[in-house]
T-cell receptor
Framework: IAGITQAPTSQILAAGRRMTLRCTQD?????MYWYRQDLGLGLRLIHY???????GKGEVPDGYSVSRANTDDFPLTLASAVPSQTSVYFC????????????FGPGTRLTVL | SQQGEEDPQALSIQEGENATMNCSYK?????LQWYRQNSGRGLVHLIL?????REKHSGRLRVTLDTSKKSSSLLITASRAADTASYFC??????????FGAGTILRVKS
């Protein structure tokens, strides 16, 4: 693994279903983030974690939950998906040594029908 | 709500020309960063400028920051077709969190 990986690459999901997007980093970064990207809106922060064992809410947290059991993994769960959660989801991480630069995964394209 | 707003929304230039993108923000910041996103890919960090810096260079990139006007600009000199991408500014204010703008779509025609 080099950097950040996300899985799945894309997913089509029926409304009401539960879905977990996976994110793993191998850079030993303390902080990790989940964003959603919608056309014309840029990236919006959903949840973040400054260190393993802690999480925080971002700008658009409703309908999403996260956990940070260890340094490397930061899964994002949609408990009951709705069509408005159709988006591209990006996971990112940052260390404490380069001023807050964030490193992004390749993204997961999620469609909720 | 978005902290940074890029201008223009879209820019089309010829290869070899310079491209300038602007970013305005609303509140005080610790740093401002620029990222590039190629179609269908994740964002890639380009450059970070701290609030006490006014200008920074990295290769063909030049970033300026004017905290009194709450604005920044990204200049790409001698553009190449491979520079075609979306460019985002992001402001750092609260710990490690960033707030991104909506981006500028740059198209470099060869």
């Amino acid at each position: 693994i080099a950097g950040i990986t996300q899985a799945p690459t894309s997913q089509i999901l029926a409304a009401g279903r539960r879905m977990t997007l996976r994110c793993t980093q191998d850079m030993r970064h303390n902080a990790m983030y989940w964003y959603r990207q919608d056309l014309g809106l840029g990236l919006r922060l959903i949840h973040y974690s400054n260190t393993a064992g802690t999480t925080g809410k971002g700008e658009v947290p409703d309908g999403y939950s996260v956990s940070r059991a260890n340094t490397d993994d930061f899964p994002l769960t949609l408990a009951s998906a709705v069509p408005s959660q159709t988006s591209v989801y990006f996971c990112a991480s940052s260390g404490s040594f380069d001023g807050g630069t964030q490193y992004f995964g390749p993204g997961t394209r999620l469609t909720v029908l | 709500s978005q902290q940074g707003e890029e201008d223009p929304q879209a820019l089309s230039i010829q290869e070899g020309e310079n491209a300038t993108m602007n970013c305005s923000y609303k509140t005080s910041i610790n740093n401002l960063q620029w990222y590039r996103q190629n179609s269908g890919r994740g964002l890639v960090h380009l450059i970070l400028i701290r609030s006490n810096e006014r200008e920074k260079h990295s290769g063909r990139l030049r970033v300026t920051l004017d905290t009194s006007k709450k604005s920044s600009s990204l200049l790409i000199t001698a553009s190449r077709a491979a520079d075609t991408a979306s460019y985002f500014c992001a402001t750092g204010r609260d710990g490690n969190k960033l707030v991104f703008g909506a981006g500028t779509i740059l198209r470099v025609k060869s």
